[in-house]
């Protein structure tokens, strides 16, 4: 079966960093695009950073110069490395897979991690 394992969250002060992993089994990891989101209590899950299969980064504006995504095919692995931490940044990180074939039945997959907790708080 297909697994995401998150780890690497915590407690931090703000102006602190933290970096979060995501570990894949079961799927292709370099075939899907990976992604990050995080989602507080009462608030829709938001997406934070996504990695395309080819490379290719998004951020989100609020984290953008502050975050980085990144993977490691080889470790079908993703990271998220979090820096100039701020108490907003506070919520539950999930980690995502996604994929979309587009063949003559289009099929999409899409699957998410456990989520790891990150407080920024003093």
């Known amino acids: 079966q297909v697994q995401l394992v998150e780890s690497g969250g915590g407690l931090v002060q703000p102006g602190g960093s933290l970096r979060l992993s995501c570990a894949a089994s079961?799927?292709?990891?370099?075939?899907?695009?990976m992604g990050w989101y995080r989602q507080t209590p009462g608030q829709k899950r938001e997406l934070v950073a996504a990695v395309t299969s080819g490379g290719s980064t998004d951020y989100a504006d609020s984290v953008k110069g502050r975050f980085t995504i990144s993977r490691d095919n080889a470790l079908n692995t993703v990271y998220l490395q979090m820096n100039s931490l701020k108490p907003e940044d506070t919520a539950v990180y999930y980690c995502n897979a996604h994929k979309v074939l587009v063949t003559i039945i289009p099929a999409e997959y899409n699957y998410w991690g456990q989520g790891a907790q990150v407080t920024v708080s003093s």
């Open positions: 079961g799927i292709i990891f370099s075939m899907y695009d």
